[in-house]
């Protein structure tokens, strides 16, 4: 697309927003014509890989891993949506569009942007990621799935950006990737899809992997997945409550409370994590959680006994994006508790629509300042994005 349809877009984009209550410092629509004030930058944007999609349904149909919440979802949605039937794939069935549009790394995917105005994309691999798999065909996925996506980011670089696939299943190899894909690939961080094999990072044998994000200043994004074993089973009954309606958010939740409970963030202070979906329900929650912690640890010792109280570590150690969740009153709750400095847009594409999350940022009920913070200088800062987006860009 060029520039002045791109333009001419974001024109009309901005002229609804003036219909809302904040205009951006634009008086009339008129002015959206010109030069936009700042970037719209979103940072939880999905891929998938066919290699990936190929050993997804390898490894459900030969060696699935110890996992009823993956192999019954991701089994039921396979089905229902003949996402293994490729041919039929490829020519597109209903109900799986989003699927299709996560293969796009290129120009479909850029056109979608342009179409709503988004800047850039801060790419990753979508969930369930590599966490099914054994060490060895982890790794191996997980450094194919990065350079597919360093190749993808060269060929825009400055329309794309990504995280770097990670595997803890082997902790040190996972750090090595980390640290090739950020300095060899100008990758921007590491994604883990939350529980490895039914695995939280708090584990210490993890921490080689949060010793190298510090060591290298990136964050490390934990994206949510379907519950872990022992936790899926009362979420079954009622088909996709085990998935992004509500058991993804109290996975990847309680995945970083146990991170803050481990002591990791005493022990990496600088280490930084960011969680989508609006944080994943915890600004809601942290005052609760700092009043019960500290009472239930004078009836028993913790396993670590923390400096501070779990609500500092959420927000020293973490970022939120709003992937997802182009819902005002949680919106304005997460700016409250965590500041606009720890907002960063997203959108959660493909899944979700770029023109909805953008129509609802726009909206928001926040400050033009705060809004160029959220749409582009945190995730310029958390991404280190003013700096070169890869090799050659
Ligand atoms: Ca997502």
Do not use: C
């Not at 923390?306 to 709003?322: D, G, R, V």
């Amino acid at each position: 697309m060029d520039l002045d349809r791109r333009t001419l877009l974001r024109a009309g984009l901005w002229g609804s927003a003036l219909l809302g209550a904040n205009t951006l410092g634009l008086s009339r629509p008129a002015e959206a014509a010109g030069p936009t004030p700042f970037r719209r930058i979103a940072v939880e944007e999905e891929f998938s890989t066919l290699e990936l999609l190929l050993a997804q349904r390898k490894v459900l149909a030969e060696n699935p891993p110890d996992e009823p919440g993956f192999t019954r979802f991701w089994g039921t949605m396979a089905d229902s949506l003949g996402i293994w039937g490729v041919v039929q794939e490829l020519v597109g069935l209903p109900g799986s569009r989003g699927l299709m549009r996560a293969f796009d790394l290129g120009e479909g995917r850029i056109e979608a942007m342009d179409a709503a105005g988004i800047d850039m994309q801060v790419l990753q691999l979508t969930s369930p990621g590599v966490q099914i798999y054994d060490a060895a065909q982890a790794g191996d996925l997980a450094q194919s799935t990065n350079e597919r996506l360093a190749e993808a980011v060269r060929a825009h670089p400055d329309r794309l950006a990504g995280l770097a696939t990670i595997a803890p299943q082997d902790p040190a190899g996972a750090a090595r990737e980390l640290e090739r894909a950020v300095t060899t690939l100008g990758l921007k961080g590491g994604l883990i899809n939350s529980h490895t094999r039914n695995e939280y990072l708090d584990d210490p044998k993890f921490w080689v992997i949060f010793e190298k994000a510090q060591e290298l200043d990136v964050p490390i994004y934990i994206h949510p997945r379907v519950p872990a074993r022992d936790m899926v089973k009362p979420f079954q009954e009622y088909f996709g409550l085990e998935a992004a309606a509500f058991g993804f958010p109290m996975d990847a939740s309680l995945h970083a409370l146990r991170l803050i409970l481990s002591g990791v963030f005493d022990d990496y202070p600088r280490l930084q994590i960011v969680l989508g979906h609006m944080g994943e329900g915890l600004p809601f929650w942290l005052p609760r959680i700092d009043k019960k912690m500290a009472l239930f640890a004078s009836v028993k010792e913790p396993r670590r006994k923390l400096e501070k109280p779990p609500s500092h570590y959420f927000l020293e150690n973490f970022h939120i994006t709003t992937s997802g969740m182009n819902y005002h009153a949680p919106m304005k709750l997460a700016h409250e508790v965590l500041g606009p400095e720890r907002v960063l847009f997203a959108v959660d594409y493909p899944f979700e629509e770029n023109e909805d999350a953008v129509r609802a940022m726009d909206a928001a009920p926040f400050s033009d300042a705060d809004k160029v913070k959220i749409y582009q200088t945190n995730a310029e800062r958390v991404f280190k994005l003013s700096e070169r987006a890869g090799p050659g860009a």
